[in-house]
């Protein structure tokens, strides 16, 4: 049964939703007469024609949970943008009764919008025609391929944001916003079996005789308010398409002199767009004198067009009850849009009664977007929550209807000649343990490091495993150790103030110190490869690392067995040991005991290169990545770009081939390697052979280059 990640519901304020929304037509001025609502507008054929499939394997409709929650299917992952359920931790089982669904178009276009990537000058000169000319100040925030560029006017408090999703923001000061707002009473969200309390004006005008309020004038007519819109938008260069719908809407009641201009954007196929990210209106707020105080919208300029198959009917209904949907449960006008609190695990009772086909978007990890086709059933659904408000639940989900392509090989090119493929017998697999760290290793290691152990203060921690001892010194050093095998770290205690501007230790000097420590104290530098040095970002430290090695291969991780941490002129340094290494030097090579073999028959290189130039393997939603399953076959980037859909774990994001497409690899780096894995609620570790494969890989969309790595089993 297939399992999902389910996405923690998110509320977004259409304003800024708007903001990181994407378009995708060839955009040109809206040319309306008339600021009225248009109805059934028609799209408009605007994007190149590339063949069919043309652009190969498509990426994944796939929300995750921010907390790294796993969701179970069949049952129901909310849709982010419509969060009108909270699962308080639970996942409700879908009972679908589906009826009559009317047969769906053999085929349909996927988009992929080409969105202006942002830059330091292109802020600066946007910013500058909308008229921001006091000193700017230009910053970035977020992963470098999810970044998002911002120029502030220091002057006004302008502020402009553009997005490398496809999205642009604008916001400036307005304090007479409010005059004249009426607050209402906000309702309780209900618990189960509570009813909602409506809401209850309590008519207090904001600013009641200011003088800023008493010179505000009323807000703008239609006329005057689209007017100023478009001409705001014109200055931008992003502008609603033709097929886009203007309506120039009531003012708030929180901000009754302000005329919000929406221009709606429907489907390449006339139908609607559902799910996050994919809504792609723009959202002009425009005061009394005229003046744009917000705005929001897409920044696509262009696109590629390709027609793709279609899944059955069938097989669609199929993925809906097996829980391949993302869905929201909304409660009816009648109860102001409360959420369902689902306060347990149970059941949910699912009437499908109609589909449509619609759109929804999906991203490459380099952040290109695509719409892709998805049906969307629509019907209702109870509860025993619902039923306890009286409350019928309108029901909404859509499910990929694209028949994703099969993978086809791309370029590896290996820049460093592929070993030999190794013998069976030297591919052996193992556990490792080592004796349980004493009191009297302790001082034994105390003294190896010229450290005596009468004069310090020494507490230990007890645990199933051993123990855990630390010593501090009269002169502010301190030695202490990790259970149950004895690693440890030293600290000179030589403590200095550090400013912004100390200058980082040199690597050189850094690794010269290392050397001496290591040969005024003896240490065996066995099982230990040659030292690398490298500048730490955050503070002037450098590290020093003796890689380790168990029978001459190193950590697929690139463990170190010794470091060394060097600051502020030397006169502060740590010195650690890893527990691996102290077990293999304290047992030797009975440290290693044989564990069962993985495979009988050894894999070469090339055969590991050609499974990464063809179907890297998707994690599992439910993998745990200090397994081996959690990272054989998988392919892993750094520097996460897809931290809103795909982040999982740190900054490396493990893609597939469909989320990769279209791409190609330099491999730098082609070598064995021992995976190291600890067994849940274990303490030995499990050593198994790996092909260690990793370098650059440049997407050809974007042509975005990342580090990748990429471990394969070398025995199968």
């Excluded at 104290?521 to 500048?535: K, R, V």
Aim: glycine share 8%.
């Amino acid at each position: 049964m297939r399992r999902r990640t389910r996405q923690t519901a998110l509320t977004v304020g259409a304003a800024l939703l708007a903001a990181i929304l994407l378009a995708t037509g060839v955009l040109a001025m809206v040319n309306q007469s008339s600021p009225s609502h248009r109805s059934a507008p028609v799209p408009v054929e605007t994007f190149q024609d590339a063949g069919p499939e043309a652009f190969g394997v498509l990426p994944a409709i796939r929300p995750r949970d921010g907390n790294g929650l796993d969701f179970n299917g069949p049952g129901i992952l909310p849709d982010p943008s419509n969060p009108m359920v909270d699962f308080s931790g639970q996942h409700p089982q879908a009972l679908y009764t589906i009826d009559a669904i009317p047969a769906l178009p053999e085929s349909a276009p996927v988009i992929r919008p080409d969105v202006p990537m942002s830059s330091e000058q292109g802020l600066r000169d946007l910013a500058a025609r909308l008229g921001m000319t006091g000193p700017l100040q230009v910053s970035h925030l977020g992963m470098i391929w999810d970044d998002t560029g911002t120029v502030t006017d220091l002057t006004s408090g302008a502020r402009l944001s553009l997005r490398v999703r496809g999205g642009f923001s604008y916001s400036a000061p307005d304090p007479g916003a409010r005059c004249g707002e009426t607050a209402n009473t906000p309702p309780p969200y209900p618990t189960p079996a509570v009813r909602a309390v409506p809401a209850t004006a309590t008519a207090t005008p904001f600013g009641v005789g200011s003088t800023l309020c008493t010179s505000r004038n009323p807000a703008l007519d239609d006329t005057s308010a689209a007017t100023s819109a478009r001409d705001f938008l014109s200055k931008t260069g992003f502008l609603p398409d033709a097929s886009s719908s203007m309506q120039v809407q009531p003012p708030d009641a929180k901000t009754p002199t302000l005329r919000p201009v929406r221009w709606t954007s429907i489907a390449p196929n006339g139908g609607r767009f559902i799910g996050r990210d994919a809504q792609r209106d723009f959202v002009v707020m425009v005061g009394p004198d005229g003046n744009v105080t917000s705005a929001s919208g897409p920044t696509a300029t262009s696109g590629a067009s390709s027609l793709y198959r279609l899944r059955s009917t069938a097989d669609l209904a199929a993925a809906l009850q097996s829980g391949d949907a993302y869905a929201t449960l909304t409660l009816p006008l009648s109860a102001s849009g409360l959420p369902i609190l689902f306060q347990r695990d149970q059941p949910v009772d699912l009437h499908v009664t109609g589909a449509e086909l619609g759109y929804s978007l999906a991203y490459t990890f380099d952040a290109q977007p695509y719409l892709l086709p998805v049906v969307i059933y629509t019907g209702t659904a109870n509860t025993a929550e619902s039923r306890a408000l009286g409350k019928e639940i309108a029901f909404t989900a859509y499910v990929d209807a694209v028949m994703h392509p099969a993978p086809q090989p791309v370029p590896v090119t290996p820049t460093v000649p592929l070993p030999a493929t190794p013998d069976v017998a030297s591919l052996a697999s193992f556990t490792m343990s080592g004796p349980t760290f004493t009191r009297a290793d302790f001082d034994a290691l105390a003294s190896a490091l010229g450290l005596d152990n009468t004069t310090a203060t020494i507490t230990s921690t007890p645990s199933a495993n051993g123990e855990a001892f630390l010593a501090k010194y009269p002169d502010g050093a301190n030695l202490s150790t990790s259970e149950p095998s004895g690693g440890w770290q030293y600290d000179n205690g030589g403590r200095v103030e550090n400013t912004p501007t100390t200058p980082t230790f040199p690597p050189d000097a850094a690794l010269g110190l290392a050397q001496q420590f290591i040969a005024a104290h003896h240490m065996d530098l066995s099982n230990l490869g040659a030292p690398t040095t490298e500048q730490l970002s955050g503070g002037p430290t450098t590290m020093v690392c003796y890689p380790l090695r168990i029978n001459g291969i190193p950590i697929a991780d690139g463990r170190c067995g010794l470091r060394a941490f060097v600051e502020s002129g030397g006169k502060h340094f740590l010195f650690a040991a890893d527990a691996l290494l102290v077990m293999v030097q304290r047992s030797g090579m009975a440290a290693l005991q044989p564990a069962p073999a993985t495979g009988s028959v050894a894999v070469s290189a090339q055969d590991a290169l050609d499974t990464l130039a063809t179907a890297p393997q998707p994690l599992p939603d439910d993998a745990n990545r200090s397994q081996a399953q959690g990272q054989l076959g998988r392919l892993a980037i750094a520097d996460d770009p897809e931290q809103a859909m795909h982040h999982r774990g740190s900054n490396i994001f493990s893609a597939t081939r469909g989320q990769a497409a279209p791409n190609q690899f330099t491999a730098d780096r082609v070598m064995l390697a021992y995976l190291l894995t600890i067994a849940p609620g274990s303490t030995p570790y499990h050593l198994t052979p790996v092909w260690l494969i990793s370098g650059q890989i440049d997407i050809g969309n974007r042509h975005r280059v990342a580090p990748f790595t990429y471990l394969y089993p070398a025995l199968r």
